[in-house]
């Protein structure tokens, strides 16, 4: 009676599902909000005035578990400046193939250049697009900004960017070397050029 009785019991669960409304999930149509803290895709972020705060340190990268992070640094001149400091990150790599999210790289930052936001939908169909570069976790430009290269804001030494004294460019900054065009303070590049995609 027992050998009867236990296949019974082993489906008890399946039998007692059969029943209940299923819980459906309407992704993509309809998202749900994420934790004010969750761990998703990066962002290289900017001072006020539009420079960048990574100085090419490398932390992140020797931070990382799953080895997911490339630097390359490069030192900041007078005719193209890109941070307030000596050095800047020219070649910023994240491999989202290789990354587990842990949030290691974002505390190992000295200058809270990278952050991790709330955007986690990163599937794509090629290995190369899930390489992101510099210019695709760069934040974009907002109003008062200025696209790099820059000169400091007159008067200020590098502490000051992170003191807070830096509100915004300094009225008449213009984008420096090839990279100039038109570009000065109040101009909003779209979201291309400001390396969103």
């Known amino acids: 009676m027992g050998n009867f009785l236990g296949p019974v019991a082993g489906f008890g669960v399946t039998f007692a599902t059969m029943f209940k409304k299923a819980n459906t999930e309407f992704y993509p149509f309809e998202k749900k909000p994420t934790a004010p803290r969750y761990h998703g895709r990066h962002q290289l972020n900017r001072h006020p005035d539009g420079l960048e705060k990574c100085v090419g340190c490398e932390l992140c990268a020797w ?8 630097v390359e640094g490069a030192d900041n001149t007078e005719e ?13 790599q994240i491999n989202y193939l290789r990354c587990i ?13 990278l952050t991790m936001t709330n ?6 169909s090629t290995r190369a697009s899930l390489i992101f570069t510099k210019e ?9 900004m200025v696209a790099p290269p820059h000169a400091m804001y007159p008067g200020m030494e590098e502490r000051d960017y992170y ?5 915004e460019a300094a009225p008449g900054t213009v984008t420096q070397g090839a990279a100039a065009g038109d570009a000065a ?11 969103v995609r």
């Open 136 to 144: 695709q976790l760069l934040a974009p430009l907002h109003e008062g």
């Open 63 to 70: 931070a990382c578990p799953a080895d997911a992070i490339f």
């Open 101 to 113: 999210f842990c949030g290691l790289c974002i505390e190992a930052c000295p200058t809270r250049a």
């Open 80 to 92: 193209e400046r890109f941070s307030p400091g000596e050095r800047y990150g020219r070649n910023y």
């Open 119 to 124: 955007q986690y939908e990163l599937a794509d």
């Open 185 to 195: 303070v109040g101009d909003v590049p779209d979201e291309h050029e400001a390396g």
């Open 163 to 167: 003191l807070g004294k830096v509100t």
